[in-house]
Nanobody, 120 residues
């Protein structure tokens, strides 16, 4: 299973960006999908999750500004980020817990990091 993320870049404070992440390869099922972010010298922080039943959770720092969604038919997860702040600047990572086949346990997969920079 490979995850390919896209959509980062430079945006001014108050602006919006949409990140997307698509899974490919041998996929039987995907349960939890999530987005993390990391700034240099700090740990990678969980910011949003979405279950297979589309229940969502958010870190307090992004709640009300970010929206996570998924398309199960396309094996994708997205993160709509509105009202971005300079403190949202980080490398963003998508994460999925997926089963490559019906007999396997769920495994954690990561996309490549995407830089998001919020600056005027």
């Amino acid at each position: 299973v490979q995850l390919q993320a896209s959509g980062g870049g430079l945006v001014q404070p108050g602006g919006s960006l949409r990140l997307s992440c698509a899974a490919s390869g041998s996929i039987f099922s995907i349960s939890l999908m999530a987005w993390y972010r990391q700034v240099p010298g700090k740990q990678r922080d969980l910011i949003a999750t979405i279950t297979n039943g589309v229940s969502t959770n958010y870190a307090a720092s992004v709640k009300g500004r970010f929206t996570i969604s998924r398309d199960n038919a396309k094996n994708t997860v997205s993160l709509q980020m509105n009202n971005l702040k300079p403190e949202d600047t980080a490398v963003y990572y998508c994460n999925m817990n997926a089963k490559p086949n019906s007999d396997s346990l769920g495994l954690n997969y990561w996309g490549q990091g995407i830089q998001v920079t919020v600056s005027s």
